[in-house]
């Protein structure tokens, strides 16, 4: 059935007041759908639609709903509600729903927690904001080495049930270092007397609490983990990261890295959801950086202005070709910005590769130079007119352009990297703004030397 249709059957459920029927409609949905349908109700009705469902699977969808709708709830419901709410919640879940809520809520939320999830959400919120302590959850099973198969499938049992995941098995000492994991399917297909540490992978792949959640990201899609471990300085367990929060993680590091390639500051808010205001703001700062770097274009342009002002056709000629020669500069740049800060993110290119790639790309420039020089000459010669001379100051200098252009591209992302800084900062409008007072004077030096102006 179409989404819109069930929405609209459940919107004409709600508004009659049947709400047994809704009920039993909802639980036909899955957690994701629920949350997505009380997306579209007003504070009212999303209480009461809540309140409806039943409260084995209220955490759920509650973990699913915007951060918006989810502290609309906690400031309606009552303190036996929320308690029961955070109770029922994954730790993970729980930590990330109260870090972006407001200090009042927060204190409210913890008040009415259990006071042994209080203490660990308490303990999970002194990780730093985006580390792989502030991900992880304690959700999870491990096991000892000396267990058996029969052994470890009694626990599964018995405790897996409450558990984010059960896919993988985690093995630890006396000590509670982590020594190997152990994939359930491998484990199933053991006999029973097998012991665990027998069939474990001895190199378990983990990061520590203190770790980026983008090197988290990195190290689950390089090795295509479900989960990964995390470790304390100690090497101990004390925890593991999800799939379902690397993916997250993923489409918020992208997000970011394409914002900040459209010179715009980070924004964790939704578009239509965030104030006129506040969309301003994050824009202003980098075009007034832009326009403060333009000014130096522009004196290039008035110091040069005894080539402009040539006589005959030639001065207006090379000021028609300005625009041309600026544009396709940039967007060399930007080609080559975007190719190697992706190859940054995924870990296809490092710092040890930056010779390697400012090679590549110089070989890139010299065909796409020549290329564009040989269009560019023909063109001014044959369609607008020009003599040999200026034709080939225009080319020369488009020639120039994208290598420099192609150059920078490269080497500005990997500089960046190298300082500490995103690489996404140096993308497409920083590298246009640069090339284009790079190509001016090129384009001048180059048409004073050749024209004797």
């Given at each position: 059935?179409?989404?819109?249709?069930?929405?609209?059957?459940?919107?004409?459920?709600?508004?009659?007041?049947?709400?047994?029927?809704?009920?039993?409609?909802?639980?036909?949905?899955?957690?994701?759908?629920?949350?997505?349908?009380?997306?579209?109700?007003?504070r009212?009705?999303l209480?009461l639609?809540?309140?409806?469902l039943?409260?084995?699977?209220?955490?759920?969808v509650?973990?699913y709903?915007?951060n918006e709708q989810?502290?609309?709830?906690?400031?309606?419901?009552?303190?036996n509600?929320?308690?029961?709410?955070?109770?029922?919640?994954f730790?993970?879940?729980a930590?990330?729903?109260?870090?972006e809520?407001?200090?009042?809520?927060v204190?409210?939320?913890?008040?009415?927690?259990?006071p042994?999830?209080r203490?660990?959400?308490n303990q999970f919120?002194?990780?730093?904001?985006?580390?792989a302590?502030?991900l992880?959850?304690?959700e999870?099973?491990e096991?000892?080495g000396?267990?058996?198969?029969?052994?470890?499938?009694?626990i599964?049992?018995?405790?897996?049930?409450?558990?984010?995941?059960?896919?993988?098995?985690?093995?630890?000492?006396e000590?509670?270092?982590?020594?190997?994991?152990?994939?359930?399917?491998?484990?199933?297909?053991a006999?029973?007397?097998?012991?665990?540490s027998n069939i474990?992978?001895?190199?378990?792949?983990?990061v520590?609490?203190?770790?980026?959640q983008?090197?988290?990201a990195?190290?689950?899609r390089h090795?295509d983990l479900y989960?990964?471990?995390?470790?304390?300085k100690?090497d101990?367990?004390?925890?593991?990261i999800?799939?379902?929060?690397?993916?997250?993680?993923?489409?918020?590091?992208t997000?970011?890295?394409?914002?900040?390639?459209?010179?715009?500051t980070?924004s964790?808010?939704?578009?239509?959801?965030?104030?006129v205001?506040?969309?301003?703001?994050?824009r202003?700062?980098?075009?007034l950086?832009?326009?403060?770097i333009?000014?130096?274009?522009?004196?290039i342009?008035?110091?040069?202005?005894?080539?402009?002002?040539?006589?005959?056709?030639?001065g207006i000629?090379?000021?028609?070709?300005i625009?041309?020669?600026?544009d396709t500069g940039?967007n060399?740049?930007?080609?080559s910005?975007?190719?190697i800060?992706?190859?940054l993110?995924l870990g296809?290119?490092t710092?040890?590769?930056?010779?390697?790639?400012l090679w590549?790309?110089f070989?890139v420039?010299?065909?796409?130079?020549?290329?564009?020089?040989?269009?560019?000459?023909?063109?001014?010669?044959?369609?607008n007119?020009?003599?040999?001379?200026?034709?080939?100051?225009?080319g020369?200098?488009?020639?120039?352009?994208?290598?420099?252009?192609?150059?920078l591209?490269?080497?500005?992302?990997?500089?960046a990297?190298?300082l500490?800084?995103d690489?996404?900062?140096?993308?497409?409008?920083?590298?246009?703004?640069?090339v284009?007072?790079?190509?001016l004077?090129?384009?001048?030096t180059?048409?004073?030397?050749?024209?004797?102006?």
């Amino acid at each position: 059935m179409e989404w819109e249709a069930i929405e609209k059957r459940l919107n004409t459920l709600l508004e009659n007041g049947r709400h047994g029927e809704l009920r039993g409609a909802m639980m036909m949905l899955n957690e994701v759908d629920i949350a997505q349908y009380m997306e579209t109700l007003d504070r009212d009705k999303l209480l009461l639609v809540f309140r409806i469902l039943p409260k084995d699977i209220s955490a759920d969808v509650f973990s699913y709903m915007s951060n918006e709708q989810k502290q609309t709830l906690i400031e309606s419901i009552g303190d036996n509600e929320i308690r029961s709410l955070i109770d029922d919640m994954f730790l993970d879940d729980a930590v990330d729903f109260l870090e972006e809520l407001p200090a009042g809520v927060v204190k409210r939320v913890l008040q009415n927690a259990d006071p042994e999830k209080r203490n660990l959400i308490n303990q999970f919120l002194r990780y730093p904001e985006n580390s792989a302590g502030s991900l992880m959850t304690i959700e999870y099973l491990e096991f000892r080495g000396e267990d058996t198969v029969r052994q470890a499938m009694d626990i599964i049992r018995r405790e897996g049930l409450d558990k984010e995941t059960i896919y993988t098995l985690y093995i630890i000492d006396e000590g509670r270092h982590l020594i190997g994991t152990l994939p359930l399917r491998k484990m199933i297909l053991a006999s029973e007397d097998t012991v665990l540490s027998n069939i474990m992978d001895r190199n378990p792949v983990s990061v520590h609490t203190t770790d980026d959640q983008e090197k988290v990201a990195e190290l689950v899609r390089h090795y295509d983990l479900y989960a990964i471990p995390v470790v304390d300085k100690e090497d101990r367990l004390v925890g593991i990261i999800t799939a379902d929060d690397i993916m997250d993680v993923i489409e918020e590091e992208t997000t970011e890295d394409f914002e900040k390639m459209a010179a715009l500051t980070p924004s964790d808010d939704e578009y239509l959801k965030t104030p006129v205001f506040k969309l301003a703001l994050n824009r202003i700062p980098w075009l007034l950086l832009m326009a403060v770097i333009a000014i130096f274009t522009g004196m290039i342009i008035t110091s040069y202005e005894d080539v402009l002002s040539a006589s005959g056709s030639v001065g207006i000629i090379l000021t028609a070709c300005i625009p041309m020669l600026m544009d396709t500069g940039g967007n060399c740049g930007s080609q080559s910005s975007t190719l190697i800060i992706r190859g940054l993110s995924l870990g296809q290119i490092t710092l040890k590769d930056f010779f390697k790639a400012l090679w590549k790309e110089f070989r890139v420039a010299i065909l796409v130079g020549t290329v564009l020089f040989a269009f560019t000459f023909f063109r001014v010669h044959f369609i607008n007119g020009a003599d040999w001379g200026v034709s080939f100051v225009v080319g020369a200098a488009l020639f120039c352009t994208i290598a420099l252009a192609k150059a920078l591209g490269c080497a500005m992302p990997m500089l960046a990297k190298k300082l500490g800084l995103d690489p996404a900062l140096m993308a497409s409008p920083m590298i246009t703004t640069i090339v284009d007072m790079s190509s001016l004077f090129i384009y001048f030096t180059i048409a004073k030397a050749v024209l004797k102006i």
